[in-house]
């Protein structure tokens, strides 16, 4: 399910496109992260037909009413994704969760991991993540 502008809603997600991917589970501070989301705007504004910032939000059953509460209360105006069930991370039972910082990730239209990491804690992380962001959308436009 998701949350746009503090009501549910049910969203199409594409294969096709590169996306960001921000993954918050019980290993975060709930209402910490809910109030935050702003910060996850530079890179949503980037979202088009060829890139998408996908916020997902994993909460343990306990969490789960807070994260869904804040977020209708937050009313941001961009999507954000809520997996009670962690289909997400079944999904990609493969992939490395127990490191926080395998939870921010880039990936390419094949999705394949391009950038990994939190972008606001390491110096010039933000910018490597915009530069690459930037590489896809034009290498995607041109192979059309």
Not at 6 to 23: C, H, I, M, P, W
Request: glycine residues 2%; charged residues 25%; aromatic residues 16%.
């Amino acid at each position: 399910s998701a949350i746009y502008n503090g009501r549910d809603t049910t969203v199409f997600v594409s294969k096709e496109n590169a996306k960001f991917v921000v993954l918050y589970d019980s290993t975060f501070c709930t209402p910490c992260q809910t109030s935050n989301l702003y910060l996850w705007k530079r890179f949503i504004e980037l979202n088009d037909s060829n890139f998408q910032t996908y916020i997902i939000f994993s909460p343990d059953e306990i969490d789960l009413h807070t994260v869904r509460e804040s977020l209708l209360e937050m009313n941001y105006d961009f999507f954000v994704y809520i997996d009670s069930a962690y289909s997400f991370m079944k999904a990609n039972s493969n992939y490395v969760w127990n490191k926080i910082n395998n939870h921010f990730f880039l990936l390419d239209k094949r999705q394949m991991i391009k950038l990994l990491g939190f972008p606001f804690l390491e110096e010039d992380k933000e910018e490597e993540y915009m530069k690459a962001i930037k590489e896809l959308k034009q290498e995607m436009r041109s192979n059309g």
